[in-house]
């Protein structure tokens, strides 16, 4: 399977702990973007990357939040001392990045869901 | 008001009916997707378009840059095509991050 990937997809955790997301994207895809989609909304941009290097974060991504890329191919999300607002559908997408412009589609993982007790 | 509303919220329709889903949104963008997701999560992307109309299959969707208004289009819905249906902008910057809208929730029941 070539498509994007999460681990783990489901993740429990107690209030106060640190957890780490996986993303492993499409392997061609230079463009590797961060969102989070909590119930009964649409999902909301966190941070993305160009290769290795982390070119926007949102407001949304608070200092308890870190994101690397460390070889510009799979990323890693970790939030620290979590919080029950911290729950939420964690999607990973890559897209390509032409250098000539335009809209790229975004090819979508299948997300990581995580609960905070 | 959000940068990208979507109508309606939910959506019951029978087999076989034709279906319209609408997006409105405020900013300038360089493209707006449109997306299904079904329960557990996942996302898959239907359509990418800047201009003019798109065809998949029996979906269509059409976008009128001027209004800022796009509609997703459904002929001959099957239960399978329940799901909820998102629309995205991705902005006229090069990051081409997506906004979301809330997406509309369609049941499509025999």
């Known amino acids: 399977d070539t498509g994007v990937s999460q681990n783990p997809r489901h993740k429990i955790t107690k209030r106060g702990q640190n957890v780490t997301f996986r993303c492993d994207p499409i392997s061609e895809h230079n463009r590797l973007y961060w969102y989070r989609q909590t119930l009964g909304q649409g999902p909301e941009f966190l941070t993305y990357?160009?290769?290795?290097?982390?070119?926007?974060k949102s407001r949304l991504l608070s200092d308890r939040f870190s994101a690397e890329r460390p070889k510009g191919s799979f990323s890693t999300l970790e939030i620290q001392r979590t919080e029950q607002g911290d729950s939420a559908m964690y999607l990973c997408?890559?897209?390509?990045?032409?250098?000539?412009?335009?809209?790229?589609?975004?090819?979508f993982g299948p997300g990581t869901r995580l609960t905070v007790l | 008001k959000n940068e990208v509303e979507q109508s309606p919220q939910n959506l019951t329709a029978q087999e076989g009916e034709f279906i319209t889903i609408n997006c409105s949104y405020s900013v300038g963008i360089s493209a707006l997707h449109w997306l299904q997701q079904h329960p557990g999560g996942g996302i898959v992307s239907l359509f990418m378009?800047?201009?003019g109309k798109k065809k998949h299959g029996r979906l269509i969707a059409t976008i009128n840059i001027q209004e800022k208004h796009s509609s997703l289009h459904i002929t001959a819905s099957h239960p399978r095509d329940s799901a909820v249906y998102i629309c995205a902008v991705g902005g006229p910057g090069t990051a081409s991050k997506l906004t979301f809208g809330t997406g509309t929730r369609l049941q499509v029941t025999l």
């Open positions: 997408a890559s897209s390509p990045f032409r250098t000539s412009g335009g809209a790229n589609e975004q090819f």
């Open positions: 378009l800047s201009s």
């Open positions: 990357f160009q290769n290795e290097a982390q070119l926007e």
